[in-house]
């Protein structure tokens, strides 16, 4: 829970308001949230499976933030940080999980886009791993096709840094 501090004098007071942070986020004038990655993804014993309870958690709480306050979510999924996008392998973990993430969330009214990345383009300047970007631009573009094939509905975008390296 949020608390407004109404006289600015950085304590909380006993006359602040208090109120949930989706309550603050609407005054704020926010219409749209971004979920870096979809929630549950990279928690618990086994991060790359996302328990049905965290799904039903998220769903719940996240149709709350949409039909009381309006404000919809952007779904992403990181496409992976630092990884090798010529393994064979880790391309298919990437788009099983970022399939998995469409159909469990596509009906949702709350859906504004998919989004795909987190500025992975720029990997090749951080790492050492020999960074193919053809890779990743393949990569990119058949999660992208898989996704409009299960959801033409809505559409998709990509989360890149300094455009003008990327070509994708």
Do not use: C
């Not at 989706?22 to 549950?40: A, S």
């Not at 719940?60 to 933030?65: D, T």
């Not at 596509?106 to 504004?112: A, H, S, T």
């Not at 990119?140 to 809505?154: C, F, L, R, Y």
């Amino acid at each position: 829970n949020a608390v407004v501090d109404t006289n600015n004098d950085g304590k909380i007071d006993k006359g602040d308001q208090r109120m949930g942070d989706f309550q603050l986020m609407k005054e704020m004038g926010i219409n749209t949230i971004r979920l870096y990655e979809p929630p549950g993804l990279g928690s618990g014993p086994t991060p790359d499976t996302i328990t049905d309870e965290e799904i039903e958690s998220a769903k719940g709480i996240l149709r709350e933030l949409y039909s009381k306050y309006g404000i919809m979510v952007i779904m992403s999924h990181s496409l992976g940080n630092m990884v090798d996008y010529s393994d064979p392998d880790v391309r298919e973990q990437l788009h099983k999980e970022a399939i998995q993430m469409v159909k469990t969330y596509k009906d949702e009214p709350w859906v504004l886009l998919w989004n795909l990345g987190n500025e992975n383009n720029i990997q090749q300047a951080a790492t050492s791993k020999d960074f193919s970007l053809n890779y990743y631009k393949k990569t990119v573009q058949w999660i992208a096709h898989s996704i409009k094939n299960i959801d033409p509905n809505h559409p998709i975008s990509i989360s890149n840094l300094e455009i003008g390296r990327a070509h994708v």
